[in-house]
Nanobody
Framework: QVQLVESGGGLVQPGGSLTLSCAAS????????MGWYRQAPGKQRDLVAR???????TYADSVKGRFTISRDGAKNTVQLQMNSLTPEDTAVYYC?????????WGQGTQVTVSS
């Protein structure tokens, strides 16, 4: 059974930074994609950033230049460094793992950007 455990959410002022972390456990095929999605109240869940096991990254246009995704393949962990946060970044952030034909989600961590 694959499990994803997130950490690092919280309250931050506009312009501040946060780092989200996610650790995957279980039987995970080495070729996979890990990433982060977010969902604000009343909105759909959207991709924030993802990174393949080969290191290729994809970012949502809204976070390019502000967020950086990285991973440790040996430990099956992924981090999201978020800088220059704005209130529009407020959402529940979900860790995601895509492996073969399966998708797994973390429980979500709240990020609130407010003064």
């Amino acid at each position: 059974q694959v499990q994803l455990v997130e950490s690092g959410g919280g309250l931050v002022q506009p312009g501040g930074s946060l780092t989200l972390s996610c650790a995957a456990s279980g039987n995970i095929f080495r070729l996979n994609t890990m990433g982060w999605y977010r969902q604000a109240p009343g909105k759909q869940r959207d991709l924030v950033a993802r990174i393949t096991s080969g290191g290729s990254t994809t970012y949502a246009d809204s976070v390019k230049g502000r967020f950086t995704i990285s991973r440790d393949g040996a430990k099956n962990t992924v981090q999201l460094q978020m800088n220059s946060l704005t209130p529009e970044d407020t959402a529940v952030y979900y860790c995601h793992l895509s492996v073969v034909l399966n998708n797994y989600w973390g429980q979500g961590t709240q990020v609130t950007v407010s003064s």
